[in-house]
């Protein structure tokens, strides 16, 4: 089940590279680059994500380490809500500005 959000996520970073392809002005960095660059971030996420939870889940692990999977399992929550806000923020000022630009020209 999980895997079907990543492949999701990754279909969204898609999507956004190919905005950026017909809305080169508000691109960030290259297009071709965007699937590239989000993926490995979550990639590296989903890393510490999953060295978090087998730390945590360890029965016989020290308090410590306990401790310790658990700030990484938050950090990993962390990077990936601002890898998602990264992501879908340019979206919004990108479907803003085409708005604006619709109601100037309708002349309402």
């Known amino acids: 089940m999980n895997c079907i959000s990543q492949v999701l996520e990754l279909a969204n970073y898609l999507i956004l590279g190919q905005v950026f392809k017909y809305v080169p002005y508000a691109a960030t960095f290259s297009p071709s680059r965007v699937t590239a660059f989000f993926g490995g971030f979550m990639a590296i996420i989903e890393g510490l994500s999953g060295s978090g939870v087998s730390l945590t889940a360890n029965a016989k692990a020290k308090e410590s380490t306990k401790k310790m999977g658990h700030n990484l399992l938050l950090v990993a929550l962390a990077l990936q809500?601002?890898?998602?806000?990264?992501?879908?923020?340019?979206?919004?000022s990108i479907d803003d500005a085409s708005r604006l630009e619709f109601l100037r020209k309708a002349k309402l």
Not at 81 to 92: F, G, I, Q
């Open 81 to 92: 809500v601002c890898v998602s806000y990264s992501c879908t923020s340019p979206l919004s």
